[in-house]
């Protein structure tokens, strides 16, 4: 190989997918609730959760029941959009919100949550 000439190689160039080319460009806000998940794009900050192996299943089964409706998500999304519907049914009403009383009912096992601790 000749100095100063370098290896061609291809370039490997990011194209949209379908999912991105067929999207509506405004979010839907049709159904009445006022917060929507973030979509595909950059997100700046990141949270991680750890799953017990029944939950990441039921995650899995869950996109691809969606899959299967012709709806392709990734988790992340999945997890984003669940995140928008339980804040909207909080802001909606804190007296009839469902993750209020989950999280304030009696645990699976049926033990009641530990009572917060009161501020001194």
């Known amino acids: 190989m000749a100095a100063g000439r370098q290896e061609s190689r291809p370039r490997r160039v990011s194209l949209p997918g379908v999912a ?6 405004v979010p839907d806000l049709a159904d009445g609730q006022g917060r929507q998940a973030s979509g595909r794009e950059a997100h700046p900050y ?6 017990s192996e029944s939950e990441f299943l039921d995650l899995e089964r ?3 029941t969606l899959r299967a409706r012709g709806i392709s998500v990734d988790r ?3 997890v984003r959009e669940a995140i928008a519907i339980v804040l909207a049914d909080l802001e909606a009403g804190p007296d009839t919100s469902v993750i209020i009383r989950r999280l304030t009912g009696p645990d699976i096992d049926g033990v009641p949550p530990p009572a917060p601790a009161s501020a001194q």
Request: no cysteine.
């Open 62 to 64: 869950a996109r691809l």
């Open 20 to 25: 991105e080319l067929l999207r509506p460009s």
């Open 46 to 51: 990141k949270i991680t959760v750890y799953l």
């Open 76 to 78: 992340g999304r999945l």
